[in-house]
């Protein structure tokens, strides 16, 4: 019953923070179908990643916040509808409400034939922004989901590298603690530039920070 009770007063004390979030209010008001909106937005408005015309791909894409931003990014005067200039390509292991423009496909992207859907989707055209906000379900043992995240993330970088134009990027949310310093030298070795970032819409409490990658090296290499 304690414990019982504990985890009560632990729901409640999330959820009063939630719907007090500034982000969440935002949010609600601008449209977005989550807070995370506003963790790409600082990103891109920090390195001017999506721009008009651009091919972007979103993996992890659901409930679609970070695809809504993209849209509106690829819009003239960033309208969240209409004409789109660019395309955008999402993926992710749960089903996502249809967004005008956006081409969703579901799937696991771990699966190679998931992996081969995505593929025929880009249909040959070089990407010019990978965006991956994907997390494994946690399993509170921290070894092997430490694990299980830099997994995800390394195949990001790999798809990433694969299918970029030169001077292309890569946006990557990663976790501090075991692993990230390993994931940091990935970066390195894969990109021209590497910059971690920690959106202010990204709560305190959270060991999430986004890595950023651009212009992937040729062959794996310095170039």
């Given at each position: 019953?304690?414990?019982?009770?504990?985890?009560?007063?632990?729901?409640?004390?999330?959820?009063?923070?939630?719907?007090n979030d500034p982000y969440v209010k935002l949010a609600q008001k601008e449209g977005y179908r989550s807070r995370a909106a506003y963790k790409l937005q600082e990103i891109d408005t920090l390195f001017d990643l999506i721009r008009p015309g651009a091919t972007v791909v979103d993996l992890g894409c659901a409930p679609g916040a970070w695809c809504q931003y993209?849209?509106?990014?690829?819009?003239?005067?960033?309208?969240?509808?209409?004409?789109?200039?660019?395309?955008?390509?999402g993926l992710d292991l749960l089903p996502m409400e249809p967004i005008e423009g956006v081409s969703f496909l579901q799937g696991d992207f771990r699966d190679p034939e998931v992996?081969?859907?995505?593929?025929?989707?880009?249909?040959?055209?070089?990407?010019d922004v990978v965006i991956s906000d994907m997390a494994p379900n946690l399993s509170g043992i921290a070894a092997a989901d430490a694990a299980r995240a830099a997994d995800l993330v390394e195949l990001a970088v790999d798809f990433a590298c694969a299918h970029l134009r030169p001077g292309g990027a890569l946006v990557a949310k990663v976790f501090h603690g075991s692993g990230y310093d390993a994931l940091v030298r990935l970066f390195r070795s894969r990109f021209q530039r590497v910059k971690p970032v920690k959106p202010k819409a990204s709560r305190d409490k959270s060991a999430e920070t986004y890595l950023v990658g651009i212009g992937p090296m040729q062959d794996g290499g310095p170039p």
């Open positions: 019953m304690k414990a019982r009770t504990q985890s009560k007063k632990v729901n409640k004390a999330w959820l009063s923070d939630h719907v993209a849209r509106r990014r690829l819009a003239p005067e960033g309208a969240a509808a209409g004409q789109l200039g660019g395309a955008i390509i992996l081969a859907r995505l593929e025929a989707a880009l249909a040959g055209r070089p990407v």
